[in-house]
């Protein structure tokens, strides 16, 4: 049976620990207000970086009986990024990382990034069956071009199709 699952990326201190971060003194996992930790740029003297490629990656997931993945949701603080911010994102797999280059998924360098629409129209393609050994990660890319502000993601969400044949199919991290 067909079945659609999501995959959440929660971003609190039960995952700290398995984050990998670009540069921990610019970009941080913020878990001071329980109800608000989030990713986000480390203000150093009240100033946010402005460096092109800070990026924090998620650990990786294999979950049992997918058939690919439909959609990537970030959630951010308040809904919207503030002005003069973006986030950015890869795939990561065990064999690389991956970013639509506009024509086909391509193994992507430092600064290759995709915007979440990008990412979404074309995730559904990503030959998971094939690529890394069907496991699967984000690289997330947090940017600011005014160093008063900085975008704040709380979760990553990863929708994706199941051929489910018993309940243990559904149980998986």
């Known amino acids: 049976m067909i079945n ?4 959440n990326f929660i971003f609190d201190e039960r995952i700290r620990s398995s984050l990998v971060f670009s ?5 941080r996992l913020n878990s001071e207000d329980l109800r608000t930790s989030r990713l986000e740029l480390k203000a150093s003297s009240g100033l946010f970086p402005t460096d092109p490629n800070l990026y924090v990656e998620t650990p990786l997931t294999t979950p049992n009986s997918l058939l690919k993945w439909l959609k990537l949701e970030a959630a951010k603080v308040g809904d919207e990024l503030p002005l003069d911010t973006s986030v950015g994102f890869k795939v990561k ?7 639509w280059n506009g024509s086909a998924w391509a193994a992507a360098t430092l600064s290759d990034w995709m915007s979440e629409s990008d990412f979404n129209e074309n995730f559904s393609t990503f030959p998971i069956s094939t690529v890394g050994s069907r496991s699967i990660g984000i690289i997330i890319n947090l940017r600011t071009t005014n160093p008063q502000v900085t975008p704040r993601i709380t979760s990553l969400k990863l ?3 199941f051929d489910i044949d018993y309940l243990d199919d559904i149980v998986y991290e």
């Open 93 to 99: 797999t065990l064999a690389g990382n991956y970013f």
């Open 4 to 7: 659609r699952l999501i995959k």
């Open 23 to 27: 540069d921990d003194t610019k970009i």
């Open 159 to 161: 929708l994706g199709e």
